[in-house]
């Protein structure tokens, strides 16, 4: 395929167009991706995850500059939400990341989810292939950010950041289940601001007392902002990156998750292709119809459309 | 989940122009609207702007100008979409413009222009219809 051989001789255009191909599901841009495959699997996929205004964006954009300055080269993906309220989306990471956009080589594309669960879009791990076949080596991809449920970014990436803030909370935001049971590595930013020392320390020795892995995440102060505490990012990135290489608890949990992925994006878009096929139906609308008339209750009503899309023999 | 074409819309703001109010108010217009739409920031030079159009693959370029400079800067914007390959872009231009500068703008292949005041509802229905033409 042209746009491939493109692709793998580094035209930037090729691989944008490429990525919005996979973004409408095309099934030219699947193709492409099969034969992008084989030539993937070495970059180094690193997740960036956190709650909004963390520093999420401004964090992407010094690892971008340092990996960039020791010769990486970077490919960047942010992933904003789409609204709830339609198709829309105001995609505004770049904005943060102006410095890595102006290295020669960094590619940065937006991203909306489009409705997708778990902090990234159905198209985000796709982009990591065509970043990849692109010739970038490390690949950092910025999740939407809505805070504990971003559980598909660990599954498309090797390495996982989560980033907070002194106001994180306290011992009962680490108990739920969610932030820290996704990250490889914490970042506490924002170190200027008062406490930010001893909620690292509070969420350091809570995670020394929850180690269930061989890998024990570390929590690293950063001010991203002046850009202090990036090469302890940097270093502490590439020991996680040789320990998922090299361990077999690492490099197990990578097969696990790439089976989760699937199943993730077969249910979306099994989802989508069963409500196609029933909606029209005249039953459809009838079991919203007595759902709105509060004849049937809203279980009842699910096991209704369950039945239209799955009728037993 | 849809798989579907979405329209997707660069706001950009060249040059030394530092009023950015306009812009915004246009890019979440566009968005509730439903279309996606990246922000370039304050203060972008015109190789930077078509980069981010190159990366991105947007269908839209919109420049808002109040500098008074619109007419050097779209110049030079078509220059350089035509050297990157992306001449079939379709630019639309906002901000402080002279009514007497409105057929130069079209000349230089400036789709629509809209200056401060357009109803948005105007701006949106101007990039919904060519989204059904194209």
Known sequence: ?313 | MENKKNMKVLIAKPGLDGHDRGAKVVAQALKEAGMEVVYSGLHRTIDQIVNIAVQEDVNVIGLSIMTGAHIPITQKLFQKIKEKGIGDKIVFVGGVIPSRDVPKLKELGVVGVFPGGTPLAETIQFLQSISKKG
């Open chain 1, 1 to 313: 395929m042209e746009l491939v051989d493109k692709v793998l001789r580094g035209d930037e255009g090729s691989a944008a167009r490429l990525i919005s191909m996979i973004e409408e599901g095309r099934d030219e841009g699947y193709e492409a991706i099969s034969l992008l495959f084989p030539y993937t699997g070495k970059a180094h996929v690193i997740g960036v995850t956190g709650a909004p205004g963390a520093g999420k964006s401004t964090i992407v954009d010094k690892l971008a500059i340092s990996f960039g300055r020791q010769g990486g080269k970077v490919g960047i993906i942010a992933v904003d939400p789409t609204s709830a309220k339609g198709s829309g989306a105001f995609l505004g990471d770049r904005l943060r990341m102006r410095n890595a956009e102006k290295l020669e080589g960094v590619f940065i594309r937006s991203m909306a989810h489009r409705g997708f669960p778990g902090g990234i879009a159905k198209a985000t791990l796709g982009a990591a292939y065509v970043l990849e076949g692109l010739g970038k080596d490390v690949i950092l991809i910025e999740s939407v950010g809505s805070g504990q449920t971003e559980i598909q970014i660990s599954m498309i990436c090797d390495s996982v950041v989560t980033v907070l803030t002194p106001d994180y909370g306290d011992e009962i935001q680490l108990m739920k289940a969610g932030l820290l049971e996704i990250g490889d590595i914490v970042v506490m930013n924002k170190t200027d601001r008062p406490g930010a020392v001893e909620a690292a320390k509070d969420i350091e020795f809570y995670l020394m007392s929850h180690k269930k892995q061989h890998w024990q995440i570390p929590v690293l102060t950063v001010e991203a902002i002046q850009g202090k505490g990036v090469e302890d990012l940097i270093a502490a990135l590439k020991l996680h990156r040789t320990y998922t290489v090299e361990n077999s608890q690492g490099s197990s949990k990578k097969k696990e998750n790439i089976k989760r992925l699937v199943l993730a994006i077969f249910k979306e878009e099994f989802w989508g292709e069963t409500l196609k096929k029933i909606q029209d139906k005249a039953m459809f609308d009838d079991i919203f119809q007595q759902l709105q008339n509060s004849t049937i209750d809203p279980y009842k009503a699910v096991r209704m459309v369950m039945d239209l899309a799955l009728p037993t023999e």
